[in-house]
């Protein structure tokens, strides 16, 4: 295999933006030394499997280098605002973004990456979100605790809005207020949220969990662009005073007073939006009384945008009559992975499946029958030292995870078949890779047969890297068969 070949493939696999920054030096330090003497009739083969050789090295130096989460407690300088770059935060996993009706936003979450610890428990801000429409947030903590209750202010004071919430990859919970934040001249807006308490999901399967998790931060806020509306001013009998009709980067946003209508009736088959089937989007909002003003109902209502372009059709069905329009809704943003006419990096569903027989207990409990492998086999560098390696994508519970093995070639080298101690990384799937290591642990990884479709075990254990108690046990067995591709083909 040719070096351009090499950089090409590791360009469509992990993408230039990934890069650490140590690698460059390490390359380069890497060419200067002396080229290692080789037999010719094994050139061919030591090129080949180079190319698995960068790639456990960049697991490896990614999880020497990773950055631990900025500690939310204290006074800290406001951070400025950056330009704009459709490029996807790397940290948030693909299975948060699509639980937060995110995914059409992807490139504008921002990844605060906070951590704050309150009575032993320590949980991280990995992303916020904020438009006219709404507020989300996304935490993680470990054990998986429940539904945080929340405490969030701007500027201007408390935000008092009704939320919702949702469960992400393990340990992870999406909260939206159905209200966006105040933004200043600049756009930003100064957010401070307490979280005060952890509320089980299911009350007579847990205690609630009471502490002060506090994050202070500045959040862009997004703008939003006014939908037409033509000649809605009454439905039936009803009449109709619109507030907001409006199209944000993550949902259609419709505000409205309705005079004769009550919100039960509102809620219930007052106003709806379906797509081009026909079929029914659901919504995430609130109907509630105007003070002072009899049978009069405030409506303020939110549903996913899509996450290409669409038309949608608006329905406002009351006491004697009906009212439809139609949304057209343009694509969002495309993703900018920063490799022109060149398409997304290699993602699971670019790897062949291949079985696996692997059981998760602790933090993630689950048997694993199949995964996409990304990496297999055995290679060696300039000097001389062979790894073995082997990783793959696989789900649970509906999520998306990338787990990795790689023998520590400074513990023992290689040297076929047999029982190696490895160092190991577990990540959930961003749009753009993997996130950095959740797990890290150093189990054992044993080759049974490294020729032909490839197998062996795994046992050992992996620590949280946020807290090295919360740990995941893996075991079990697996297998990958490598091809021309970084991993099986």
Not at 131 to 146: K, M, Q
Not at 243 to 255: D, N, Q, Y
Not at 266 to 284: E, K, R, W
């Amino acid at each position: 295999m040719r070096e351009t070949e090499i950089r090409d493939r590791l360009r469509e696999a992990i993408g230039e933006a990934r890069y650490p920054s140590a690698l460059k030096g390490k390359v380069v330090e890497r060419l200067g030394q002396p080229a290692s003497r080789t037999n010719p009739a094994a050139l061919g083969l030591v090129a080949a499997l180079l190319a698995v050789l960068i790639v456990a090295s960049l697991v490896y130096i990614r999880v020497q280098t990773a950055q631990p989460g900025r500690p939310a407690a204290g006074p800290s300088p406001r951070p400025t605002a950056s330009p704009f770059s459709p490029v996807p935060a790397a940290d948030i996993p693909t299975t948060d973004l699509a639980a937060a009706d995110l995914t059409p936003a992807a490139v504008l979450v921002s990844q605060e990456d906070l951590v704050a610890t309150s009575g032993g428990r320590t949980v991280r801000l990995v992303g916020a979100y904020a438009d006219p429409a709404r507020t989300v947030f996304i935490f993680r903590t470990l054990p998986a605790a429940g539904s945080p209750t929340l405490q969030v202010s701007d500027s201007k004071g408390p935000l008092n809005a009704g939320s919702g919430g949702a469960a992400g990859v393990v340990g992870d919970q999406v909260v939206h207020l159905f209200q966006g934040p105040h933004a200043g001249s600049d756009g930003m807006a100064h957010l401070n949220v307490a979280i005060t308490g952890f509320d089980p999901i299911v009350p007579a399967e847990g205690r609630p969990i009471y502490g002060i998790w506090n994050f202070a931060f500045d959040l862009r806020v997004q703008p939003a662009t006014s939908l037409p509306l033509p000649g809605l001013i009454s439905s039936g009998s009803d009449r109709v005073n619109v507030e907001t009709f409006e199209l944000t980067p993550s949902v259609i946003h419709f505000k409205a007073v309705v005079h004769g209508a009550s919100p039960s009736g509102v809620l219930d088959a007052g106003v709806s939006v379906v797509d081009g089937g026909g079929n029914p989007i659901h919504p995430s909002g609130s109907a509630v009384p105007v003070g002072g003003s009899p049978g009069a109902t405030r409506v303020d209502l939110t549903w996913p945008r899509p996450a290409s372009a669409a038309t949608y059709n608006l329905h406002v069905v009351e006491t004697g009559g009906e009212y439809r329009t139609s949304i057209a809704i343009p694509a969002p943003p495309a993703i900018d992975n920063g490799k022109p006419a060149k398409g997304h990096p290699l993602g699971p569903a670019d790897f062949p499946v291949a079985q696996q027989s692997l059981n998760l207990q602790g933090a993630i409990t689950d048997h694993i029958s199949s995964g996409n492998p990304q990496s297999c086999g055995a290679g060696s560098g300039p000097d001389g030292l062979s790894l073995f390696a082997f990783a793959t994508y696989f789900q649970s519970r509906g999520a998306l995870y990338y787990v990795s093995f790689y023998t520590d070639k400074a513990v023992q080298v290689y040297h076929g078949p047999g029982t190696y101690k490895a160092r190991a990384t577990l990540s959930p799937v961003s749009f753009i890779g993997t996130t950095n290591p959740m797990f890290t642990g150093t189990p054992q990884l044993t080759v049974s047969k490294d020729n032909g479709l490839h197998q062996g075990s795994v046992s050992g254990t992996l620590a949280w890297t946020d807290d090295p108690s919360q740990t995941l046990t893996i075991t079990g067995t697996w297998t990958c068969m490598p091809g021309q591709e970084l991993g099986p083909a």
